[in-house]
């Protein structure tokens, strides 16, 4: 937790944490990763006895709310509701119409050309995370913030960065008690569950990954859902049986990775590439860009605050490199 000195905003403090959101959290107990959970639930702690007035999160989705009929790079949800999909929790989230509205002037005025959503519909890259701190989704005041991670092309690291920092300025306005949540993993393979439009296995996935079941495809939304659920059940039972290995984990990349977050200089991420992380991460460590927005907000409400590396192993049962930071 970090607190402020300025005299204008005396009640302005700060709280970072920065989690997986991968759906395995939801589908395997506790006892399968008790180190991980351990310092998931100190985090948990810390941040409820911070007692945030306002919690921004940036998450990302995965087909599930937001399709390539239109995939903006950067959402700020003004009315927002989380789906029951596989590792997300379903309910209506609390956004303050006011403040999300004043986020978007202000990224605006800032040269940010950010998308605003009246109704954004969110999955497990929000709710989950926001489950396991809030319990209720609509516990306390949210600001839902989309980064695009999943699809070609994806903004750059740069961009991320000062997207973060833009509204870590903006929430420094406010006057409140902020926590900033990022949600993602670090090296981790989705291609073959999320795949990109040049490669779809056919017509059908295809057809839904574009409209996401709108115009009455043989694949419904609910259908996808679904089977992202017996996928996900199956890959749980062979990682816990040990009959599958994920070797797409880069334990280098991601100690690398965390090594620059916590050093503070995120400038140094600016000169990372799309197809550098693609490579050595897989394309769910492209859900980085979360984290580092995330720390970019935190770090322009207040400089001063220092990023602690919590937990981190490549060997775990949730088939993703699995770090846990907070500040």
């Not at 395997?28 to 409820?48: C, G, L, S, T």
């Not at 202000?106 to 926001?130: P, R, T």
């Not at 993993?185 to 990954?209: C, M, R, W």
């Not at 574009?210 to 062979?238: C, F, N, P």
């Amino acid at each position: 937790m970090s607190t402020t000195s300025s005299s204008a905003n005396q009640t302005s403090r700060a709280y970072l944490a920065c989690v997986p959101h991968v759906p395995l959290t939801s589908v395997q107990e506790r006892k399968d990763n008790p180190d991980f959970w351990r310092a998931y639930d100190e985090r948990v702690r810390e941040f409820r006895e911070f007692d945030p007035d306002l919690v921004v999160v940036f998450g990302g989705d995965h087909y599930d709310g937001m399709h390539l009929k239109l995939m903006p790079q950067f959402v700020v949800g003004q009315v927002a509701e989380a789906l029951n999909d596989c590792g997300g929790y379903p309910g209506p989230l609390n956004i303050p119409l006011d403040i999300a509205g004043r986020a978007v002037n202000h990224l605006v005025e800032h040269e940010f050309d950010v998308a605003a959503s009246y109704a954004m519909e969110v999955d497990h890259g929000f709710s989950n995370v926001l489950h396991w701190f809030l319990g209720e989704l609509n516990a306390k005041p949210v600001l839902p913030i989309h980064i695009n991670s999943l699809v070609d092309p994806r903004p750059t690291f740069r961009r991320c960065r000062l997207l973060g920092a833009e509204i870590g300025r903006f929430a420094r306005t406010l006057g409140k008690k902020v926590a900033f949540l990022g949600s993602g993993g670090l090296s981790h393979q989705t291609d073959f569950i999320f795949p990109q439009f040049h490669t779809a296995p056919n017509e059908d996935v295809k057809e839904y990954i574009v409209h996401g079941g709108a115009r009455g495809g043989a694949i419904s939304r609910d259908k996808w859902m679904q089977g992202i659920r017996e996928g996900m059940d199956k890959l749980s039972g062979q990682l816990l049986d040990g009959s599958f290995h994920a070797s797409w984990i880069n334990e280098a990349w991601d100690r690398q990775f965390l090594e620059v977050l916590a050093s503070g200089n995120l400038e140094r991420f600016d000169s990372w590439t799309d197809a550098e992380v693609l490579k050595a991460a897989g394309y769910g460590g492209s859900e980085v860009r979360q984290w580092i927005a995330a720390a970019a907000a935190h770090q322009a409400f207040d400089r001063g605050a220092t990023l602690h590396i919590d937990y981190y192993s490549p060997d775990t049962t949730l088939a993703v490199g699995v770090g846990v930071v907070h500040a």
